[in-house]
């Protein structure tokens, strides 16, 4: 008997607070305009002082978990995915989740695929559910970016925020579920985007926090380059891989970074255009939460019914990507 994984609950988080463009034009020398005509992005949501990745991480599980049908003990495995835990990897956040969501016991870690790390997150669950390990495995995208954004640079501090998605991988006797995927990455742009200091290469020092090393630092151009790149090709690969047209694809997810990296890459897509879910103007680009935050939007919506393909597509830091096709049970 074949063993199919199936998404059985889903649930997000994104903070009360909304920073809108005009909020950051008192902050830094930027303009609605200039944010808008580059990003696509209007506002975001930054967390409340005080509110960490792993609070907002376990209240979209709860949701998840309460939407699945299922008691919290019976999650067998926490994935999260997450650029900017609790601390700075010791230990894992997502311990700190199953302890906040009252889980006697269960595997849990931290996965750091930058903003492509809930699409890894959901390919991993599924390898633990198809091969018998794990029945309901929880994967979380969350960020708390806005405490690693250096508001005096314009050109990151305008683009990221914070929020949590949350998704039940189940274990069902029902045909789906993922259909194919491509993860990949290339470590010769790490640089591209990254955090300088804070790490074993650069420890933390008088000097690497006067040098404000511990914020984001982006080299714009060469991101925008690859991700336009790297997106269409990634979306077609795992295409080719499940035997899927592009037309045959009912709602496809992309990474929510970057408005004009989406409509550069849609004329390479072939898909159309109201099957692309874009919520980045709301929200900025939430990294790992990106994807699963627009997608609960969109299952909300009724965007998907049973037998719809669903297309997921990512890229960021690492520079890493990932894309999967996904065959929604319903």
Avoid at 239 to 252: C, F, N, Q, S, W
Wanted: aromatic share 6%; with cysteine.
């Amino acid at each position: 008997m074949s063993v199919f994984a199936e998404i059985a609950g889903w649930g997000m988080f994104l903070p009360d607070k909304i920073l809108s463009n005009h909020d950051l034009e008192k902050m830094v020398d930027t303009s609605d305009e200039w944010i808008r005509s580059r990003s696509g992005i209007s506002e975001r949501r930054v967390v409340a002082e005080g509110e960490t990745t792993s609070a907002i991480a376990t209240a979209a599980a709860r949701e998840a978990i309460s939407r699945a049908g299922i008691d919290p003990q019976e999650i067998d495995l926490i994935i999260l995915a997450t650029g900017t835990g609790d601390y700075p990897g010791i230990p894992a956040t997502a311990c700190l989740v199953q302890h906040q969501l009252g889980i006697k016991s269960c595997g849990a870690f931290d996965l750091a695929a930058a903003c492509s790390g809930f699409v890894y997150g959901l390919v991993t669950a599924t390898q633990f559910i198809q091969n018998g390990a794990c029945r309901n495995v929880l994967v979380i995208g969350a960020e708390t970016l806005t405490k690693i954004l250096d508001w005096t640079d314009r050109t990151t501090c305008v683009l990221f925020g914070d929020g949590a998605g949350a998704m039940v991988v189940r274990a069902t006797e029902k045909e789906g579920g993922l259909l194919s995927f491509v993860l990949g990455s290339d470590g010769s742009g790490a640089e591209h985007l990254y955090v300088p200091a804070g790490g074993s290469k650069t420890p933390t020092s008088h000097e690497s926090v006067e040098q404000r090393q511990h914020y984001i630092k982006m080299n714009g151009k060469e991101v925008f380059k690859f991700a336009s790149r790297i997106l269409p090709r990634a979306f077609h690969q795992a295409l080719d891989k499940a035997g899927i047209r592009p037309e045959e694809v009912d709602l496809l997810v992309p990474h929510q970074a970057n408005t004009r990296i989406i409509d550069s890459a849609r004329q390479n897509l072939a898909v159309p255009k109201d099957a692309i879910y874009v919520n980045v103007d709301r929200y900025g680009n939430t990294s790992a939460a990106s994807i699963p935050v627009a997608l609960c939007e969109a299952i909300e919506e009724g965007r998907l019914k049973p037998g719809s393909i669903l297309a997921m597509v990512a890229f960021g830091a690492g520079l890493t990507w990932g894309s999967a096709i996904w065959r929604w049970q319903g």
